[in-house]
């Protein structure tokens, strides 16, 4: 559908030769995001980002939309926040991070608040690559290489927000999956990997956790659930763990808002940590309800270059 291809290259087109009506942060922004619907691993890039920020002397916030809640001001979030009235991936970051997150749809007034409230010297923008209001200084395109581009076609004919050559203008474009698809490598750039890892289980309460040789026993059912982009790749990374067939498998979609009444009410149960940050604040009579945290590693052909990148920006910033 050439129309909707055009109507996107317009509106980019007009954020690179008007660079001045969109905010301009004094401090670095980096945008974690993808030119694609779905889950290609924003959350663990922006998390594994920030603690390599901190490593390095940096003091990093995030700014997040806040996908399926209404907001009228900027909100900041912080380990305590309610999913409902913040998103759950901002609560997510903010526990996994402990930096300061501030929620709007509008980037610009985030940011603004995170620099009048905070001491921050960099902000992480999870995801909006597509949100031309606000300027950027580096940006990190994440790309899953399982489903790749898909039919390589826009939004409603596939599955792609911006035309493939988008990818051209980005600093990285990175993968958290193993193995490139054709699509992938046909692109006339690097394709960075990041691998995913975790140690363990932990219980919906935060206060135990459970080793995957006891977890995935041949003795042991389990009702696997899921309210992401990608869920088959969260059975795919269970069953890499040692989890033999489950019990029941039960996907909801992206950003479900989940009710008593989704829960298994006996049984094991385990779900991604996106979706516990949601559950905890349920009554939920089930003890035996478990979530998956996982982390992401940095490949040094990525942290070889960024804090150089980074570095020159605070150069560039501190001279205009």
């Known amino acids: 559908m050439p ?3 055009n109507a996107i290259q317009k509106k980019r087109a007009a954020f690179l030769a008007n660079p001045n009506q969109s905010y301009t942060a004094p401090i670095p922004v980096v945008i974690v995001g993808n030119i694609s ?4 691993g924003k959350s663990p890039m922006v998390v594994a980002l920030c603690k390599f920020l901190i490593g390095h002397g940096f003091k990093p916030g995030i700014i997040s939309r806040g996908h399926g809640v209404k907001l009228i001001n900027p909100i900041a979030v912080n ?3 309610l999913a409902s009235q913040v998103g759950d991936e901002p609560v997510m970051l903010a526990r996994r991070t402990q930096c300061p997150v501030v929620v ?3 980037r610009a007034e985030a940011i603004k608040q995170l620099l009048a409230t ?3 010297d960099v902000i992480v923008c999870d995801d909006g690559m597509q949100h031309y209001g606000l300027n950027r200084d580096i940006e990190i395109a ?9 039919n390589g076609q826009l939004l409603p004919v596939g599955p792609l927000r911006e035309p493939i050559s988008r990818l051209d203008s980005v600093d990285y474009v990175m993968s958290v999956t193993d193995g490139m698809t054709q699509i992938l490598s046909d692109l006339n750039r690097a394709v960075l990997i990041a691998s995913l890892s975790s140690s363990n289980l932990v219980s919906l309460d935060g206060k135990r956790e459970l080793s995957f040789i006891d977890a995935f026993r041949e003795d042991q059912d389990w009702h696997i659930m899921a309210g992401i982009g ?3 790749r969260f059975l795919v990374t269970l069953k890499a763990l040692g989890l033999n067939k489950p019990k029941s498998v039960c996907w909801f979609g992206d950003h479900h808002n989940y009710i008593e009444n989704d829960i298994p009410e ?3 149960v385990i779900m991604t940590e996106k979706d516990a940050v949601k559950c905890q604040a349920l009554a939920i009579k089930n003890l035996d309800i478990w979530y998956l945290p996982v982390s992401l590693a940095l490949p040094e052909a990525f942290t070889a270059t960024f804090l150089q990148k980074l570095q020159h920006i605070n150069n560039e910033k501190r001279h205009e």
């Open 104 to 106: 709007f749809p509008q």
């Open 142 to 150: 994440m790309v899953d290489a399982q489903r790749g581009l898909g």
């Open 118 to 120: 905070t001491d921050v």
């Open 37 to 40: 619907v779905g889950g290609t």
């Open 79 to 81: 380990s305590d926040s």
């Open 266 to 268: 006996h049984g094991r």
């Open 230 to 232: 990608n869920p088959d």
């Open 3 to 5: 129309f909707i291809k």
